[in-house]
């Protein structure tokens, strides 16, 4: 009897932290999207234009709600002059902050909603904006790049 129960708290043991330890295969990818998406963040905010260009996607496509769409090249661009203020010290990010995120998961492509949350400084003035974004990420060569950004600005 006493074997019994041994060998019942073993198996309940071994299901319950193997339970704990399994992660599905969409959960670990959609948390490793969540940390490609944290770098890119900081690398924007940063203006890392290297670390940034290394996670979009060739076809890169970015969309601002009050512009039409742009491409890699022309977003790279822009990246390059806000860097330059960033470096000389016309802008200054104070936050950039991601909340309220959703992913929708799709074999090796995710649909990514959000709140983005800035504060920064131009020229000497305060900035403060809310923006609602979509983001479409893939997954090429087994690492998460963006392949396309829209917003929409809250405030």
């Given at each position: 009897?006493?074997?019994?129960?041994?060998?019942?708290?073993?198996?309940?043991?071994i299901?319950?932290?193997?339970?704990?330890?399994?992660m599905?295969?969409q959960?670990?990818?959609?948390?490793?999207?969540?940390?490609?998406?944290?770098?890119?963040?900081?690398?924007?905010k940063?203006?890392?234009?290297?670390?940034?260009q290394?996670?979009?996607?060739?076809?890169?496509?970015?969309?601002n709600?009050s512009?039409?769409?742009?491409?890699r090249?022309?977003w790279?661009?822009?990246?390059?002059?806000?860097?330059?203020?960033i470096e000389?010290?016309?802008?200054?990010?104070?936050?950039?902050?991601?909340?309220?995120?959703?992913?929708q998961m799709?074999?090796?492509?995710a649909?990514?909603?959000a709140?983005?949350?800035?504060?920064?400084?131009?020229?000497?003035?305060?900035?403060?904006?809310?923006?609602?974004v979509?983001?479409?990420w893939?997954?090429?060569?087994?690492?998460?790049?963006?392949?396309?950004?829209h917003?929409?600005?809250?405030?």
């Open positions: 009897m006493k074997k019994h129960l041994f060998i019942q708290a073993i198996t309940f043991l299901f319950l932290f193997g339970s704990i330890e399994m599905t295969a959960e670990k990818e959609e948390k490793t999207l969540l940390k490609a998406i944290e770098t890119f963040n900081q690398a924007f940063e203006g890392n234009i290297e670390k940034l290394s996670m979009i996607t060739e076809r890169y496509q970015h969309t709600g512009s039409k769409s742009i491409h090249d022309t790279l661009s822009y990246l390059r002059k806000r860097k330059k203020e000389t010290g016309t802008l200054v990010m104070h936050t950039y902050t991601m909340t309220e995120t959703e992913v799709y074999d090796d492509i649909i990514v909603t709140k983005i949350t800035t504060t920064s400084t131009k020229s000497g003035e305060l900035q403060e904006n809310e923006y609602r979509t983001n479409i893939v997954r090429e060569n087994n690492l998460w790049k963006r392949a396309a950004f917003d929409g600005k809250i405030k």
